[in-house]
């Protein structure tokens, strides 16, 4: 079953403006990390944030993840048209017993960002 | 960064025909690779976990004999999808990693089962 759960599905903003993703999961984890994937390409990771974390930036990107809430959210900030993509978030359930490291991933946010 | 391969990006065959996909970490020897599968607007599912000179973990539900992953070496990780049908295409990407918890994503081969 998905672990995280993004939401919008969608958003459409016009160019310098913010855009707020969300996601939620269920289950505890290690780290949850955001990545970007365009049209039929692979996927960009973009920030990791660690269970005791709770706020992440990098460049125009700043990540939240409030683990009482079981969410976290990407802001991109300033947005550009080139930002266009998918963004997905992805979470590590943990290592127990040595087993292997497994992402699971959300949905995904469907960004637009026109000019 | 590093930088994950993936060969081929594109291919086209017949149904009952075998297509291999190749994995490969370029400038890192990746631990563990992963193989995902991604239907159109979808989001990625894992098929299975491949770890260097060890049979494949596979996640529930994924046919072992359906697709045949081999790891080589530490660089090199393949997916053969036997015996293709339409109902396999779809977009497949692999991941490496080298440590605990960033994984690095190939660009994906998009296969089409005619």
């Known amino acids: 079953s998905q672990q995280g759960e993004e939401d919008p599905q969608a958003l459409s903003i016009q160019e310098g403006e913010n855009a707020t993703m969300n996601c939620s999961y269920k289950?505890?984890?290690?780290?949850l990390q955001w990545y970007r994937q365009n049209s039929g390409r692979g996927l960009v990771h973009l920030i990791l944030i660690r269970s005791n974390e709770r706020e992440k930036h990098s460049g125009r990107l700043r990540v939240t993840l409030d683990t009482s809430k079981k969410s976290s959210s990407l802001l991109i900030t300033a947005s550009r048209a080139a930002d266009t993509a998918s963004y997905f978030c992805?979470?590590?359930?943990?290592?127990?017993?040595?087993?292997?490291?497994?992402?699971?991933f959300g949905k995904g946010t469907l960004l637009t960002v026109n000019p | 960064g590093a930088v994950v391969s993936q060969h081929p990006s594109r291919v086209i065959c017949k149904s009952g025909t075998s297509v291999k996909i190749e994995c490969r970490s370029l400038?890192?020897?990746?631990?563990?690779m992963f193989w995902y599968r991604q239907f159109p607007k979808k989001s990625l599912m894992l098929m299975a976990t491949?770890?260097?000179?060890?049979?494949?973990?596979?996640e529930q539900g994924v046919e072992k004999d359906k697709f045949l992953i081999n790891h080589a070496s530490l660089t090199l990780s393949t997916l053969t999808v036997t015996s293709a049908h339409p109902e396999d295409s779809s977009f497949y990407i692999c991941?490496?990693?080298?440590?605990?918890?960033?994984?690095?994503f190939g660009p994906g081969t998009r296969l089409t089962v005619l």
């Open positions: 491949s770890n260097e000179g060890s049979k494949a973990t596979y």
């Open positions: 289950t505890s984890i290690n780290n």
């Open positions: 400038d890192f020897q990746a631990t563990t």
């Open positions: 992805a979470t590590d359930g943990g290592n127990s017993g040595g087993s292997n490291y497994k992402l699971t």
């Open positions: 991941s490496a990693t080298r440590g605990r918890d960033e994984q690095f």
